[in-house]
């Protein structure tokens, strides 16, 4: 989309001024619950801010099946989203 295009070029930027580190794309997250492969999340990005590790989805809506991902990444890994 193009807002996430534009999260991205801001993010580039805020790299290379040392704001934030080691900038990835789409990283993944399984969610599996107890032996159950219960399929996945893929985020925007995920980087380091201020010595955490931060995972950003930039959304237009949520929806419910996002909702339940959401708290099955923070369940599951101990990783809040930040939503842009």
């Keep these: 989309s193009k807002k996430e295009g534009a999260r991205y070029l801001e993010l580039r930027m805020r790299e290379k001024a040392g704001q934030i580190?080691?900038?990835?794309?789409?990283p993944r997250y399984d969610l599996i619950?107890?032996?159950v492969n219960c399929g996945f999340y893929k985020g925007d990005f995920?980087?380091?801010?201020?010595?955490?590790?931060?995972?950003e989805d930039v959304k237009g809506m949520?929806?419910?099946?996002?909702?339940?991902?959401?708290?099955?990444v923070r369940a599951l890994y101990n990783v809040e989203i930040k939503e842009t």
């Design 21 to 26: 580190k080691n900038l990835e794309l789409q």
């Design 33 to 35: 619950v107890n032996g």
């Design 46 to 55: 995920r980087y380091f801010e201020d010595g955490k590790r931060v995972c």
């Design 62 to 72: 949520k929806t419910p099946v996002y909702n339940l991902k959401a708290k099955l």
